[in-house]
């Protein structure tokens, strides 16, 4: 089992940045992919970004590409996700995810563990 905790939500102006954190616990974190989805109200859980097993590769959800920097700090056993240029669009749970189920990195059905989710909350 791994447990993944997320950190760092927030309330924040359209605009501006805000950073969150995925700690890991239980197995090596290093052996999963990692990613981040989010779920608006009233809409289902959408990808955002993920980051391969070796950190090399990362995915991009359109809607925040270039505005959004995934990575991995495995000797931490923590994930990150920076946002910046942030829009009211972006409000949303949002969740961590782990998995080496394989198949694509945008779907959530490779990902077997997940986190309670943390609350991003962008003002127009």
């Known amino acids: 089992q791994v447990q993944l905790v997320e950190s760092g939500g927030g309330l924040v102006r359209a605009g501006g940045s805000l950073s969150l954190s995925c700690a890991a616990s239980g197995r090596t974190v290093s052996n999963y992919a990692m990613s981040w989805f989010r779920q608006a109200p009233g809409k289902e859980r959408e990808f955002v970004a993920a980051i391969s097993i070796t950190g090399i590769s990362t995915y991009y959800a359109d809607s925040v590409k270039g505005r959004f920097t995934i990575s991995r700090d495995d000797a931490k056993s923590t994930m990150y996700l920076q946002m910046r240029d942030l829009k009211s669009e972006d409000t949303a749970v949002y969740y961590c995810?782990?998995?080496?189920?394989?198949?694509?990195?945008?779907?959530?059905?490779?990902?077997?563990?997940w986190g309670q989710g943390t609350q991003i909350t962008v003002s127009s």
């Open positions: 995810a782990a998995g080496n189920r394989g198949g694509s990195y945008y779907g959530p059905r490779s990902y077997e563990f």
